[in-house]
């Protein structure tokens, strides 16, 4: 079985090991942008919506959670990896709480890169599909009469209609009588 491609951003510092990720990640059939700061990457955030992102943590100018709640803030669909050289538990729980999909600890085989970010893939594949199933569920949230209308007037009275229909209350109805 083949492995999806996706559009990684790699922001890291270290010219080497970017330069090794992104080899292989390029022979692997991913598209690669890298970036050696936090400030830069979120200005490639906002140009472009990446599937993933890899994060240093120690990179210069910005902390690391300065960097994932602001990626956060451009992009809240990116997935985001954050690597580090020296890891702690509390900065892994605490990138954790604040959206990151893993937290990996420099050195390790690439291959063990890929497997996450695939698996960060079909996290950020499951929530698009709950936002598109969730729609379609609130729009099929109709009563059973099948009342039929576009316009902002009738959306407004399909919102009264879902506001009380689950109540007891009597409701009264005034308007123009007709059709």
Do not use: Y
């Not at 709480?97 to 690439?110: A, C, H, I, N, Q």
């Not at 698009?128 to 729609?135: A, D, G, I, Y």
């Amino acid at each position: 079985m083949k492995n999806e491609s996706f559009d990684i951003l790699f922001v890291d510092d270290d010219a080497d090991f970017a330069a090794g990720c992104m080899r292989w990640f390029q022979k692997n059939g991913h598209q690669v942008t890298h970036t050696t700061s936090g400030q830069d990457g979120i200005s490639q955030c906002e140009k472009r919506d990446f599937d993933i992102a890899v994060l240093d943590w120690n990179l210069p100018g910005l902390s690391g959670l300065e960097l994932v709640q602001r990626m956060r803030d451009v992009n809240p669909d990116t997935e985001i990896i954050v690597l580090t050289g020296e890891g702690t538990i509390e900065n892994a729980v605490e990138s954790m709480r604040r959206g990151v999909f893993d937290f990996l600890s420099k050195p390790f085989p690439m291959g063990e890169l890929e497997g996450r970010c695939l698996r960060a893939l079909d996290r950020r594949k499951l929530r698009k599909e709950n936002t598109q199933l969730r729609e379609v569920i609130d729009r099929n949230k109709r009563p059973v009469f099948k009342m039929i209308g576009e316009s902002e007037p009738m959306k407004k009275v399909f919102r009264l209609i879902d506001r009380v229909a689950p109540t007891d209350n009597p409701v009264l109805i005034e308007g123009e009588s007709g059709t």
